[in-house]
């Protein structure tokens, strides 16, 4: 739309400058100061939609700022997923309804979370058990904390996913996490309540997205295999579960 007023404005002044030559001077000046002030305003409204930047305060990756405002979740879940064994759910395939959703969710879901699991070098094991299972909201608020937003994590991922059309491209991931969707966030079972292992110990871990009709923002909940298996449900045992390889495509995956 803003493009379209300083078209607008542009054509105007061109006509004005045509009508009253002798003036070309001030209608310039006056389209001038009338661009900058649309810039401003424009910058000013946008402020609260833009990616903060930091000065960072060691020299790790993730650093501990993040976490007072919920920005880059991603970069300590990079750090936890490293070289674990991740178990997921197995729903990305087509059988699966999709209900009343946006096209582009049926080449999103799942698939996105499993394509940054995999850059991050886990071992993700798609799991079918997991499919219509989804976190009790009792559990949700007592057991688990909100990390952060993930709508920038999941607009980068189109990096590493392997979708040959267009959907695949920066373009739809920037449209569909940043202007379509609301906010998804990821919560974290840190402490590991009910003797169950905390989730930064050694250990295989789950990622789970509860799944609602309609509803496309699926917050991502991760937490140990142990807690999972006292609280939830049993998992499949490791051998029996197909995984997805390290360039992100799926072995065995069915």
Known sequence: MRYLVFLAAAAA?????????????????????????????????????LMPSFRPVNQTFYQPSYAEEGEYPDALLAILFK???????????????????????KHYHAANMQWFLSAVDANVIPDDELNDINIAEELALNDFSELGRANDMFRYIFMYNDLKEEWGNYFYYYWYYYEHLDTIKVYLE?????????????????????????????????????????????????????????????AAYE
């Open 13 to 49: 002044a061109g006509i004005l400058i045509r009508i009253k030559s002798e003036y070309r001077g001030r209608i310039l000046a006056f389209l001038g100061i009338l661009t900058a002030f649309g810039s401003i305003v424009y910058n000013i409204r946008m402020l609260d939609s």
């Open 83 to 105: 070289d674990r064994n991740v178990y997921v759910k197995n729903d990305r395939c087509g059988e699966h309804g999709y209900g009343e959703r946006y096209w582009l969710y």
């Open 190 to 250: 840190a402490d590991g309540p009910g003797g169950s292992v905390p989730v930064f110990e050694p250990g295989d871990l789950v990622v789970m997205w509860n799944t609602v009709d309609g509803v496309e923002e699926e917050d991502i909940y991760i937490m140990t295999r142990d807690y999972f298996e006292k609280n939830i449900g049993p998992l499949l045992p490791e051998a029996e579960a197909s995984a997805v390889d390290g360039t992100g495509r799926e």
